[in-house]
T-cell receptor, first 115, second 116 residues
Framework: AQTVTQSQPEMSVQEAETVTLSCTYD???????LFWYKQPPSRQMILVIR??????QNATENRFSVNFQKAAKSFSLKISDSQLGDTAMYFC????????????FGQGTILTVHP | KAGVTQTPRYLIKTRGQQVTLSCSPI?????VSWYQQTPGQGLQFLFE???????NKGNFPGRFSGRQFSNSRSEMNVSTLELGDSALYLC???????????????FGAGSRLTVL
């Protein structure tokens, strides 16, 4: 069975600072995709960043970057220059193997950015 | 380009009733997935449809069902509602032609169901 664990239920950061959200997973699959989604108070789930497991280079998307450690089964999200609009629940999620449409989510981390 | 549209946004039902939720995907997307989000269980996958066929299914009882129409719009139905079915139901669409995570899922705003 595949599991996804986010061990930080809540985090806070000051505006303009950097914060890192952690995620670990367990799978026997060799082929999978990794995602970070954010869910602001509006409840709309928004894709932040995506990483293919077969790629060694870490994905970046503007202020968002990941640290993907495949051997350690770790997939953390770094947010640089945090903004008030980054306040949201953040989920790491995976699609394992050739599964269609089935994201496996972690429990989520509530991130609050303070002015 | 219009996003994923879910209707209704909010609804209240009583135990024993049934409910139908609708999801209109992004134009050109042929895959629709459904998720249930609750504070206790988090986000759980219900099922996925592509070209009117269910390709994948999560571990939910048979009271939860879905279908997809030829225009890719999808509905999910929950019969004999229980208090524990109170949740935010999210749908997501994708192009769907590639296996696994090669398809990026775009989510709708959700339908908030309250069962009294």
């Amino acid at each position: 069975a595949q599991t996804v664990t986010q061990s930080q239920p809540e985090m806070s950061v000051q505006e303009a600072e950097t914060v890192t959200l952690s995620c670990t997973y367990d799978t026997s699959e060799s082929n999978y995709y990794l995602f970070w989604y954010k869910q602001p108070p509006s409840r709309q789930m928004i894709l932040v960043i995506r990483q293919e497991a077969y790629k060694q280079q870490n994905a970046t998307e503007n202020r968002f970057s990941v640290n993907f450690q495949k051997a350690a089964k770790s997939f953390s999200l770094k947010i640089s220059d945090s903004q008030l609009g980054d306040t949201a629940m953040y989920f790491c999620a995976f699609i394992f193997g050739t599964s269609y449409g089935k994201l496996t989510f972690g429990q989520g981390t509530i991130l609050t950015v303070h002015p | 380009k219009a996003g994923v549209t879910q209707t209704p946004r909010y609804l209240i039902k009583t135990r024993g009733q049934q409910v139908t939720l609708s999801c209109s995907p992004i134009s050109g997307h042929r895959s629709v997935s459904w998720y249930q989000q609750t504070p206790g269980q988090g986000l759980q996958f219900l099922f996925e449809y592509f070209s009117e066929t269910q390709r994948n299914k999560g571990n939910f009882p048979g009271r939860f069902s879905g279908r997809q129409f030829s225009n890719s719009r999808s509905e999910m139905n929950v019969s004999t509602l229980e208090l524990g079915d109170s949740a935010l139901y999210l749908c997501a669409s994708s192009v769907g032609q590639l296996p696994g995570g090669a398809n990026v899922l775009t989510f709708g705003a959700g339908s908030r169901l309250t069962v009294l």
